[in-house]
């Protein structure tokens, strides 16, 4: 099984975590997006040049969420999905709302941190408090169970687990949030999350690579 990644990205770190959860043999195949994704062999796998793509075999997955639910369907020990319906309808709610509304949310504060334009103050402040409300819902369908819907880790985690650690760096604070809080505390002292945590100057290479490749796009 081999899983064309960027580790940067948050759609690539859910599987990768997912996989390692799952104790499943892998090998990672990094693509970088200054090129990579639109040479033959990555388009043959993904005509869309978006990462992440699974090949497990003969068969290949594109799209997160989908190789998610195959990775359950194929290899469904550990569980990473509940089996009660509210508590499965809990974690499908915490990945859409993620992928749907907090990701695309977070543009304007990333290209600020990162130095890719300076978005309008109305932009920035917008953004703020569609966190906000995303955070407030999350924190609503926490309980007293470590995890969402589950005593155990699900792709909830694996999902929203990958970008609400990371809002304080794009100064966003979640203290007001203590159940979300308490939440990550858990997901950041697991190897898993450890082991797939890029760093600072991950972000400034990636940057670097980006502008780069632009430049030489528009020339």
Not at 7 to 21: D, M, Q, T, Y
Not at 71 to 82: H, I, S, T, V
Not at 88 to 104: D, F, G, S
Request: contains cysteine.
């Amino acid at each position: 099984m081999k899983l064309y990644h960027t580790p940067i990205s948050f759609n690539s770190r859910r599987v990768w975590i997912a996989l390692i959860e799952k104790n499943l043999d892998f090998e990672l195949v990094e693509i970088h997006l200054d090129g990579d994704h639109l040479e033959p062999e990555f388009v043959a796998m993904n005509p869309f040049h978006r990462i992440p793509v699974l090949v497990d075999d003969d068969f290949t997955v594109v799209e997160s969420l989908a190789i998610l639910d195959y990775l359950e369907a194929k290899y469904p020990e550990p569980a990473m999905l509940p089996k009660d319906a509210k508590d499965l309808a809990i974690v499908k709610m915490v990945e859409l709302v993620t992928v749907n509304e907090l990701a695309p949310t977070l543009y304007p504060l990333i290209s600020e941190v990162m130095g890719w334009g300076i978005p309008e103050p109305q932009a920035i402040e917008k953004a703020k408090e569609k966190v906000d409300s995303v955070l407030t819902f999350f924190e609503g369908l926490l309980d007293d169970r470590a995890f969402f819907g589950s005593n155990t880790l699900t792709y909830a985690e694996c999902v929203a687990g990958t970008v609400v650690p990371l809002l304080s760096w794009v100064d966003v604070s979640i203290d007001g949030y203590p159940k979300i809080q308490a939440w990550c505390d858990r997901l950041m002292s697991r190897p898993s999350w450890q082991q797939t945590l890029f760093t600072p100057a991950d972000l400034v290479a990636f940057a670097s690579r980006r502008q780069n490749f632009l430049a030489q796009s528009q020339a």
